[in-house]
C-alpha cells in the first residue's frame, strides 16, 4: 500500500491539469527526526529528512520540494 500510494502522488504531482497541492509532512508517533538538510536535485531545491522508529529501529526517508514549480 506504501509503494502505491507513493508511486500514486508521484504520477499525480507530474499531471499539469490537476496537481498535487498542500500535502502535510507528517512525523509519525514514536518516529525521531535523525537528519535534516538541503539538496539539490537537477537544479531543484529540496528538503531531505531522515527518520528512525524508537521501537523498531527502522529508518524512513523522506525528500519534498523546497522551491521550484513542484512548491
Not at 40 to 47: N, R, T
Amino acid at each position: 500500500m506504501v509503494i502505491f500510494f507513493c508511486t500514486f502522488l508521484a504520477l499525480r504531482s507530474q499531471d499539469t491539469c490537476s496537481p498535487v497541492s498542500n500535502i502535510d509532512d507528517h512525523e509519525v508517533d514514536g518516529e525521531v527526526e535523525i537528519f535534516a538538510g538541503k539538496i539539490y536535485d537537477d537544479s531543484y531545491l529540496h528538503a531531505l529528512r531522515v527518520y528512525q522508529d524508537r521501537d523498531s529501529k527502522g529508518i524512513r526517508i523522506q525528500a519534498s520540494a523546497l522551491a521550484g514549480e513542484m512548491r
